[in-house]
């Protein structure tokens, strides 16, 4: 089965910068698209920045410049490096695989019902 398991959150002061990881098994990670999502207490779950298969990432206007999505077909690994931290980022964040039905392409973030597959989350904080 699919899991999804998520490393690498923390603790920062604001102009910090983390690494988020996520692990995945159970399916052919290099053929479907990936992405991370966030939620903060309260609000409705966001998409922050996606992958496909072929490397074509986009990204949520409130992050870009900022935070960079990759990953390691070799490893099964998904990465989400985090720079110039705001208190604003503040949040559990999520990796997600869409769904296969998708072919390897990304759906755009605010479509988060096409995103199949969640892992349990690692919590960014992020101090002023």
């Known amino acids: 089965q699919v899991q999804l398991v998520e490393s690498g959150g923390g603790s920062v002061q604001a102009g910090g910068s983390l690494r988020l990881s996520c692990v995945a098994s159970g399916y052919t990670y290099r053929e479907y698209c990936m992405g991370w999502f966030r939620q903060a207490p309260g609000k409705k779950r966001e998409g922050v920045a996606a992958?496909?298969?072929?490397?074509?990432?986009i990204y949520a206007d409130s992050v870009k410049g900022r935070f960079t999505i990759s990953r390691d077909n070799a490893k099964n690994t998904l990465y989400l490096q985090m720079n110039s931290l705001k208190p604003e980022d503040t949040a559990m964040y999520y990796c997600?695989?869409?769904?296969?039905?998708?072919?390897?392409?990304?759906?755009?973030?605010?479509?988060?019902?096409?995103?199949?597959?969640w892992g349990q989350g690692t919590q960014v904080t992020v101090s002023s």
């Open positions: 992958i496909s298969s072929v490397l074509s990432t």
């Open positions: 997600a695989c869409a769904a296969p039905s998708r072919g390897g392409w990304c759906p755009p973030l605010g479509v988060v019902q096409e995103f199949a597959y």
